[in-house]
């Protein structure tokens, strides 16, 4: 344990003299540090990647493209001890050693080890947005600070380093996070926030931590936004933007495509909208119908989601598009081999401490109140998760629930897991019978583009 103990130090402080240099560079000297920082990550990452992703990256970096603008656009715009730690703790410790780290002891203790935990401070929300399935939790429960400290020891022993926080609203634990933060350096801290929250206090924090990113939850403009989240939340989201970007601070946001959304928040002009605010990412979520009270009339048409598939490719390609990093948590399943949840590649602690496999999937059957982390990792249906990955050879239809109903079933089933809905408790069936018609409806679109793509990979033009 020592020796590895020494050799991650060493790895790390190899990987940091080569960011340091980098940063330093400016002008033409810029690309030869981005691709020093690549070859750095390859001695980290080593063959979880192919070959040929490391070499489009350099490429990417190097050239005079839109990519190298976007990285220079990083450096010159973001508080550069900020920006360090930021590479250090959620990219460094969390993605590339966190990941070889969780892989390696997945492999050894025949597991799923997820190497990033997704968990709720709180089911408490100043908000009560149209169709949002954290509304069905309630507004009660909280995981105390000692749970959230418990929770990333235990993780950190298991080699996890990357930490998401979603809730409820997490900022409403401010004091809490923040701390948490501080006291676990080593880790990185994503937290998705309606942003409505967000003042120069805690810009200052952020600052002082340098291991937390905040993405901020739109619906597309004004109109949009205020009609789902609440009159004046589009105004509030826009001054927390401004004052993050005066801050110089890195965040992104989170969007959530719905039928009656999907063309606004995927315009031109949107995303000219986000790049001028300082956004430098944005993570794009399908509408899920989970809950009681769910609107299942807000899931995209199939139509509308084979536009979502083509239209994020093109405006983040390499060239052409926008400068703005785009990833769609549904559509995107392809590049990391189909469903990521059950600890495949991430989990869900909800504000009760319940484990579920996915931040969508409200059953359980173990909690950390209960069981260690690793108990819980090894429950039942994470099992049965890991014995049944990937759920469809076709990676456009991902989901145990959205595109393979009758699979969430039998996990269920065979697992005795309970549903750990805190407001009303939902039938397995009653959820997956909201997403029968729609996996039906989808599976000819997805055959049809899943199709395409190997007839190019075959072809050699991917």
């Not at 005079?64 to 990083?74: A, C, R, S």
């Not at 989240?229 to 589009?234: C, E, H, L, N, Y």
Request: with cysteine.
């Amino acid at each position: 344990m020592e020796l590895s103990k020494i050799s991650h130090a060493a790895q790390r402080k190899a990987f940091e003299l080569a960011l340091s240099a980098a940063l330093k560079k400016n002008g033409k000297g810029r690309g030869k540090g981005y691709t020093e920082i690549v070859d750095a990550i390859e001695k980290v990452l080593g063959d979880a990647w192919k070959p040929e992703a490391y070499n489009k990256l350099r490429r990417a970096v190097s050239d005079e493209g839109k990519w190298k603008q976007y990285f220079d656009n990083l450096l010159d715009n973001t508080d550069p001890d900020y920006l360090k730690g930021m590479i250090m703790s959620i990219l460094y410790e969390g993605a590339f050693s966190g990941f070889r780290a969780t892989r390696k002891m997945g492999e050894e203790q025949g597991m799923n080890i997820p190497w990033i935990i997704l968990f709720d401070p709180t089911s408490s929300c100043n908000l009560h947005c149209e169709g949002c399935w954290a509304s069905e939790y309630g507004k009660a429960l909280n995981l105390s600070a000692e749970d959230m400290d418990d929770l990333v020891s235990q993780g950190k022993e298991l080699g996890i380093h990357e930490y998401l926080m979603t809730g409820g609203e997490p900022l409403c634990r401010k004091k809490d996070v923040v701390e948490l933060a501080l006291k676990h350096q080593d880790c990185g801290f994503m937290i998705f926030t309606n942003g409505t929250l967000v003042d120069q206090a805690f810009c200052e924090d952020l600052k002082r931590c340098k291991n937390i990113i905040l993405i901020l939850s739109i619906e597309g403009f004004s109109k949009a936004t205020d009609a789902r989240r609440g009159k004046g939340v589009f105004a509030k989201v826009t001054e927390a933007m401004g004052l993050m970007k005066r801050n110089g601070l890195l965040y992104g946001t989170s969007i959530c495509y719905t039928r009656d959304n999907i063309e606004a928040v995927t315009s031109d002009d949107f995303y000219d909208f986000l790049i001028d605010m300082g956004v430098s990412f944005s993570w794009y979520f399908h509408y899920m119908p989970v809950g009681n009270n769910a609107a299942p009339e807000l899931m995209p048409t199939p139509e509308q989601r084979k536009y979502m598939y083509n239209r994020i490719r093109k405006v983040r390609g390499l060239e052409g598009g926008k400068p703005i990093f785009l990833m769609d948590f549904q559509n995107d399943a392809e590049f990391v081999g189909g469903c990521v949840a059950g600890g495949r590649i991430y989990c869900h602690v909800n504000p009760n401490g319940d484990v579920e496999p996915c931040v969508f999937i409200h059953y359980s059957g173990a909690n950390i109140h209960d069981k260690t982390l690793r108990e819980c990792l090894s429950q039942p249906l994470f099992r049965a998760y890991r014995e049944n990955q990937p759920f469809n050879e076709n990676m456009l239809r991902p989901c145990p629930m959205l595109e393979n109903p009758q699979i969430l079933r039998e996990l269920v089933d065979i697992t005795a897991a309970r549903s750990t809905d805190m407001l009303s408790e939902e039938n397995c069936d009653h959820l997956c019978g909201k997403c029968d018609e729609y996996a039906l409806e989808w599976k000819p679109v997805a055959e049809e583009l899943w199709k395409q793509k190997e007839d190019k990979v075959h072809t050699g033009h991917s």
